[in-house]
């Protein structure tokens, strides 16, 4: 199969927004991939690599070679390209990555530049998320949806398990079943704007459990054997040795939990984010970094016990019997209430404490692995700055032809200029999209023509985001977590806009 025809379903996919239309889409370009090409077919649409890194972002991307007239990549060249580019290593290897993503995109057309453009920046929009996928997947293999939704559950792992279900059929996704040590998808949360909301949308009654602001992990324990997976499903066991000790200290021979993996100060209040993911990095000593900077882990929900899935039983009835099997002091802080100030309060302390906020969770309903389930509700403080817009992004799929990530900046004061924090599409309605075009591109600051174009600082816009971490990307060592746009302001000059500095205190605090 040709890249050509996948990115040409990549931009068709993104230029409607029927599910069904999506769907149908999807299933006639899987029915004509090899058996080789199907899981790399799969990945590539679901917006992530087979290899995940490989070491390439934007940096890499934003000088590129003539495209190519006729389309000659096949998806099979192309996946083996990026396996050999993540194998660089060493002394000159920038330079040999660089060269190989040179031959790579010469070799590609206009069309497939922008495809894999997009895909190595982790910003390929095309809308077929994961529910989709899976539906076209079982559209190709000519199986019930709900039956692949299942086994992409159990498997962790949608492109596996659609290879399976088209070359195997029924009797390929009969294979993937709950194991101790293979991760599965964990269960996600949708988003609450309150306690009250939450409470009237999980039936009256619920429980409040402390959102942790560290790092998710899932946990496998079977007999003395322990590993321990990251929510992307990355093997991290080797670099959490206390979390392997506080489980096999538990009175289990079998297990499947998930829980939050922390750096706690002496006073017991979390570090930043940064600090507990710096214990996650593949040149740490961890040795010397145990001594430094210990982690504690948390327990909240349990899988499988000893031999038996626990899967389908209500919330109330997994949180019982994780209660039997691991000490208050390291089970997450959590409320059963249906009052509403009683939950509030419980927010505020979680919150004085300094974490993130709190989850509100279905007494009644099962783990849903994999999904974003009604079952589980996120409820966090929402922080909003006026930034400036130094540069804007041309769009692909439903966005193409439309001006669409914006490049944020905060105001120094002591130079009069901005300081870029990050980057953003989300929050941004059709109408609004409709504006920026025409807005920036009477701001431009030079050619239109390019990918990204430089606009005057001038435009103002509120930007909404969940908390500011470390980055060594951007001039101000700092990112905004989860910017969206909710509203651009006239009303404000640049001078205006909010300061480094007051970004800066958000990031200390």
Request: charged share 25%; net charge negative.
């Amino acid at each position: 199969m040709l890249v050509a025809e996948v990115a040409a379903a990549s931009a068709e996919v993104g230029a409607t927004s029927s599910r069904l239309a999506k769907t149908a889409r999807l299933a006639a370009l899987l029915e004509s991939a090899g058996a080789d090409e199907v899981a790399i077919v799969v990945s590539w649409l679901s917006g992530e690599l087979p290899q995940r890194q490989i070491g390439v972002g934007w940096a890499s991307l934003r000088s590129l070679p003539a495209p190519a007239d006729e389309p000659a990549l096949t998806v099979v060249g192309v996946d083996a390209t990026f396996t050999e580019i993540k194998a660089v290593t060493g002394k000159g290897s920038q330079a040999r990555r660089a060269a190989l993503l040179d031959e790579l995109f010469g070799a590609a057309t206009a069309t497939e530049q922008t495809f894999l453009r997009r895909l190595l920046g982790g910003e390929l929009r095309q809308g077929a998320l994961l529910g989709v996928m899976a539906d076209a997947v079982a559209r190709a293999a000519e199986l019930p949806a709900t039956e692949v939704r299942r086994a992409a559950m159990l498997g962790g792992d949608l492109p596996t398990v659609a290879a399976a279900a088209l070359t195997r059929g029924a009797g390929g996704l009969a294979e993937f079943r709950l194991q101790v040590g293979r991760p599965i998808g964990p269960m996600l949360a949708q988003t609450a704007s309150g306690v009250t909301d939450a409470l009237e949308r999980l039936g009256g009654r619920a429980v409040f459990e402390a959102k942790l602001d560290g790092a998710r992990v899932q946990i496998h324990r079977n007999d003395d054997d322990v590993s321990i997976y990251t929510r992307s499903l990355d093997d991290v066991t080797a670099r959490l040795p206390e979390v392997v000790e506080a489980t096999l200290a538990l009175p289990v021979r079998s297990l499947i939990a998930d829980g939050e993996a922390i750096a706690l100060r002496p006073d017991k209040r979390p570090h930043k984010f940064q600090v507990t993911a710096s214990r996650f990095g593949r040149s740490v000593d961890i040795a010397a970094a145990r001594g430094s900077l210990p982690l504690s882990v948390f327990f909240f929900d349990v899988l499988h016990r000893d031999g038996v899935d626990l899967l389908d039983l209500p919330g109330a009835d997994r949180a019982a019997l994780l209660a039997e099997i691991v000490p208050a002091d390291y089970r997450v802080d959590r409320l059963v209430t249906s009052d509403a100030d009683a939950a509030q309060e419980f927010l505020d302390r979680t919150l004085a404490a300094g974490h993130e906020g709190v989850m509100a969770k279905s007494l009644t309903a099962p783990y849903e692995a994999g999904r974003r389930g009604a079952g589980w509700l996120k409820i966090k403080p929402v922080h909003t700055l006026d930034l400036v817009v130094l540069a804007v992004e041309w769009g692909s799929g439903r966005r193409t032809g439309k001006l669409s990530n914006i490049h944020l900046g905060a105001l120094d004061p002591d130079t009069g200029g901005f300081v870029m924090l990050g980057k953003t599409f989300k929050g941004m309605t059709d109408a609004m999209l409709e504006w920026q075009t025409q807005r920036f591109t009477e701001l431009a600051d030079g050619p239109t023509d390019g990918y990204v174009v430089t606009v005057r600082p001038e435009q103002v816009v509120e930007i909404a985001f969940d908390g500011v971490q470390g980055s060594t990307r951007y001039p101000g060592g700092m990112a905004l977590r989860f910017a969206r746009v909710l509203r651009y302001r006239d009303d404000k000059r640049p001078d205006e806009a909010d300061t480094i500095d007051t970004v800066r205190a958000f990031y200390e605090r």
